[in-house]
């Protein structure tokens, strides 16, 4: 990939434009309404899934073809795990052939991949071939892709504070050095920059346990489209809703002006 130019203005509509210059650094994604979308058309749940792996790979290659540095797709929460054994089979069998078929896909985008969550609590299968494809792509800058699975942002922050008050405990760090650098530092997301725009599918207007800490200034984009039909002009429109927000962090509109 050639890499986008550091100004652009890409036409989305009649109307509208994105300016490449003021890109969102992170953007991620609460993929949501796999199973209404199939339930409209009269389809098994599986079905849902299997249509949203399209969605993933036309958003993965959009962001990368836009200049996006960071994606990060919620495909796995905690609370999945109570989810019908038989839908789990599913999404983590789509999961291994996802990562199987897209490795050459993800090099050719020169996308790192990258995972965040209890990994170990996945089947053996996903969680070696996610390593593999992890490896494959280790050195790859233009992107990275960052896959949320077995995530939970409750049970990342448990994990954080347990190591730092072990830390505490042995005399490696003393109480005064904690910070949010140090908490940072901790989560599954250190190697990540804030997320700046969170994009939630199927009118659901919730964060669902998805990086609390991470989304402190990030902008909310929900929209009514499920998640397979999300395609790339959607994505244009999430960024261009974006690009059209004043982020003040705290600061007054003159200030930032
Ligand atoms: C939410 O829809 C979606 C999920 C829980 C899984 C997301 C997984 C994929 C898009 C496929 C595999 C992913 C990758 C990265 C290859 P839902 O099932 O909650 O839908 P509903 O709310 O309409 O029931």
């Excluded at 209890?118 to 233009?142: F, G, M, Q, S, Y």
């Excluded at 990342?156 to 530092?185: C, M, Y």
Aim: hydrophobic share 40%.
């Amino acid at each position: 990939m050639g890499g986008t130019p550091v100004f652009a203005l890409i036409k989305v509509n009649l109307k509208e434009t994105i300016n490449t210059s003021r890109l969102p650094k992170h953007i991620a994604i609460i993929m949501d309404g796999n199973g209404r979308w199939a339930k409209q058309k009269g389809m098994l749940r599986a079905f849902g899934h299997k249509n949203g792996t399209k969605a993933v790979r036309e958003t993965v290659e959009a962001c990368a073809e836009l200049g996006i540095k960071n994606l990060t797709l919620y495909a796995f929460s905690t609370e999945n795990w109570n989810r019908p054994k038989i839908e789990i089979d599913t999404l983590m069998r789509l999961l291994v052939s996802s990562l199987k078929k897209e490795t050459t896909t993800l090099s050719d985008h020169n996308i790192k991949l990258a995972a965040i969550g209890n990994l170990n609590a996945l089947p053996n299968k996903v969680h070696r071939e996610l390593k593999e494809v992890i490896a494959h792509t280790k050195d790859n800058t233009h992107m990275t892709l960052t896959l949320a699975l077995s995530y939970g942002s409750r049970e990342e922050l448990v994990n954080a504070f347990k190591e730092i008050s072990n830390k505490v405990k042995n005399n490696i760090i003393s109480s005064e050095s904690i910070d949010e650098s140090l908490i940072n530092n901790h989560l599954y997301t250190r190697n990540l920059p804030d997320v700046d725009l969170i994009i939630r599918t199927s009118g659901e207007q919730r964060i669902s346990n998805f990086l609390l800490w991470q989304i402190a200034y990030a902008e909310l984009y929900f929209t009514s489209i499920l998640w397979p039909d999300f395609t790339k002009e959607n994505l244009y429109q999430a960024i261009v809703e974006y690009q059209k927000r004043e982020r003040r962090f705290g600061k007054t509109s003159e200030q930032i002006n």
